[in-house]
């Protein structure tokens, strides 16, 4: 039977640069999910004839929210959904398995790399047909609605078992539980060479793939263990916990540092990946030695000839601004087309779309290709093995051959956590307007060429604003501004600062961006609007 419910209003329900994300305990207030999922709803048409994807990484509320969406989207009709088992999707498989089966969107319930448990975080990436999370007009509209809602509709159809791959019914829906590893194991085997890749993870190279028990666990288990022959163990955090076992599941050097202390230890073996916990972001360390996500994209661009489906070509390449301009310079020597866009991987989507990129990146680990619409932290990984397996190089050597050929970018990013979101709106507003006034001032040695604010011209539908300031210098240095889209506790201010030299290959980013740094504070005037004389995280 469909009941429906009176509800108020919660006036936070914006979705941020990747869906809705807050804290768990938000969401767990009574019509929370209720309320954003109607108000979802709300915005589609003929939903007797539409099919969603529902899944997750595992965290905590993962399941019921599952059960939540099922009653929900039944009694606002919709016509089919497929259901992960074990509720279980990751974010790159689920754009492939919208695409695949043209579904018209669905739910990952993730609030990716940030904490799970009661007192972490929860989120929902909801994605459209595209295989992507939603545009800013379809996320503007649900907005919309979630200011107004004043009544949902549930179904009070039993919880389903998840476990089993069965087909069940609820008022007019019918639910199937997929399979959510086979379709993505598939479409690697169609893009990487598979038995190349088995040579090297079954000879004496060792491996090891970090699942930060997250929902790669098994994708990681099924693809580098059961098909690619590495070694039973390989796979590490390989169970995806509701908590992620007291794991930030974010595989950067501050939270993957039990991975980074094995690298760096003589212990260390050839080759080390992490991925965060919806599987989406990536991390790729060597003996020794840490890649830059900026250096990622930049050498798996260059690289291309390398993988079976990309050897005859491919189409350019994007970077989000506040990425590094390294790749930029591999497009500009393989005469590839480059675009540069907002942060947010939303922002990829109509690029790939109309076949002008197939590669793009950002620098808070991410590395993806158009054969989804989502970044994907395996298809990296096996990206990376592919380039060892053909080269026989150590990561460290194909890197530094990189930087030989195109300069270095030293590139670090700056996070200064948890500040009011007032002080951090009126610090952005403030340093806006001052823009123009920087050009040809110098600040401890560099010298301002051009600042502004990024405005993204999308090339099919809109004009996106807000979206950072950006200063460069006459050296070539750049440093940009912005305020993250997927923090849950106050504004996080970003400072994202890059310097490119030709010489010095091998120093310390931290000494060689250490002036730059402190120009960014300055130029900003963190230190005296926030109290804050350094950054809380740095990566
Ligand atoms: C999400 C988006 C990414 C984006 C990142 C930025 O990542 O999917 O495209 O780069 O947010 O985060 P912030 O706004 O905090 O800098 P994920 O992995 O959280 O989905």
């Known amino acids: 039977m469909i009941q429906t419910i009176n509800t108020v209003p919660y006036t936070d329900q914006k979705m941020g640069t990747a869906g809705l994300r807050k804290k768990t305990r938000t969401v767990m207030q009574k019509n929370y999910l209720e309320n954003f999922l109607q108000s979802i709803f709300n915005t589609i048409p003929d939903l007797d004839k539409k099919s969603f994807l529902i899944g997750g990484d595992g965290?905590?509320?993962?399941?019921?929210?599952?059960?939540?969406?099922?009653?929900?989207?039944?009694a606002n009709g919709v016509k089919k959904l497929y259901v992960g088992q074990d509720g279980l999707v990751s974010t790159p498989a689920g754009s492939h398995i919208i695409l695949k089966n043209h579904l018209d969107g669905g739910f990952v319930l993730s609030a990716s790399?940030?904490?799970?448990?009661?007192?972490?975080?929860?989120?929902?990436?909801?994605?459209?047909?595209?295989?992507?999370?939603?545009?800013?007009?379809?996320?503007?509209?649900?907005?919309?609605?979630?200011?107004?809602?004043?009544?949902?509709?549930?179904?009070?159809?039993?919880?389903?078992?998840?476990?089993?791959?069965?087909?069940?019914?609820?008022?007019?829906?019918?639910?199937?539980?997929?399979?959510?590893?086979?379709?993505?194991?598939?479409?690697?085997?169609?893009?990487?060479?598979?038995?190349?890749?088995?040579?090297?993870?079954?000879?004496?190279?060792?491996?090891?793939?970090?699942?930060?028990?997250?929902?790669?666990?098994?994708?990681?288990?099924k693809i580098f263990e059961e098909t690619l022959g590495a070694p039973v163990g390989s796979v590490i955090n390989a169970v995806p916990l509701e908590d992620f076992g007291g794991l930030h599941p974010d595989p950067n050097l501050i939270y993957a540092k039990h991975l980074v202390d094995l690298m760096y230890?003589?212990?260390?073996?050839?080759?080390?990946?992490?991925?965060?916990?919806?599987?989406?972001?990536?991390?790729?360390?060597?003996?020794?030695?840490?890649?830059t996500p900026s250096d990622c994209l930049a050498i798996l661009t260059d690289n291309y000839k390398l993988i079976p489906a990309y050897k005859n070509?491919?189409?350019?390449?994007?970077?989000?601004?506040?990425?590094?301009?390294?790749?930029?310079?591999?497009?500009?020597?393989l005469n590839l087309d480059f675009y540069e866009v907002p942060t947010g991987w939303k922002y990829f989507i109509h690029l790939m779309d109309s076949n002008r990129i197939t590669f793009c990146g950002e620098e808070s680990f991410g590395t993806g290709a158009s054969h989804i619409r989502e970044k994907d932290g395996i298809w990296a990984t096996l990206f990376w093995l592919s380039i060892i397996a053909d080269t026989n190089k150590s990561v460290k050597e194909i890197v530094l051959q990189h930087w030989k050929k195109y300069g270095r970018t030293y590139f670090l990013r700056n996070d200064f956590e948890n500040i009011p979101q007032e002080t951090a709106d009126k610090l952005m507003a403030d340093l806006e307007k001052k823009l123009p006034t920087l050009i040809g001032k110098e600040f401890n040695g560099y010298t301002v060429s051009e600042a502004y604010p990024f405005i993204y011209n999308d090339p099919v539908d809109h004009t996106s604003t807000q979206n950072g300031l950006i200063v460069h210098f006459t050296d070539g240095s750049r440093i940009v501004y912005r305020l993250s889209g997927t923090g849950t506790n106050g504004a996080t201010l970003r400072t994202y600062i890059e310097r490119y030299v030709t010489d010095k290959l091998l120093e310390d980013p931290e000494i060689m961006l250490e002036t730059l740094s402190a120009a960014s504070r300055t130029i900003s005037e963190i230190t005296s609007r926030t109290g804050k004389e350094r950054p809380d995280i740095i990566t």
Do not use: W
């Open 59 to 74: 965290r905590y509320m993962n399941k019921q929210a599952i059960q939540t969406i099922i009653k929900i989207a039944a």
């Open 265 to 291: 230890s003589e212990a260390a073996p050839d080759f080390a990946a992490a991925n965060d916990g919806d599987g989406d972001r990536n991390m790729i360390l060597g003996q020794g030695f840490f890649v």
């Open 313 to 333: 070509g491919i189409y350019g390449v994007a970077k989000s601004a506040a990425t590094s301009m390294a790749v930029k310079r591999v497009a500009d020597k």
């Open 113 to 221: 790399h940030n904490p799970g448990g009661i007192d972490g975080d929860f989120g929902i990436k909801y994605a459209t047909s595209s295989g992507g999370q939603c545009q800013p007009s379809e996320s503007d509209a649900i907005y919309k609605q979630t200011q107004t809602i004043s009544e949902y509709k549930i179904s009070d159809c039993p919880d389903f078992d998840l476990t089993k791959l069965t087909v069940y019914h609820c008022e007019n829906t019918e639910i199937e539980v997929i399979d959510p590893y086979i379709d993505y194991i598939e479409m690697m085997k169609n893009i990487f060479d598979f038995p190349k890749l088995k040579k090297l993870l079954s000879s004496s190279f060792r491996f090891v793939f970090d699942a930060m028990n997250g929902v790669t666990g098994p994708y990681g288990k």
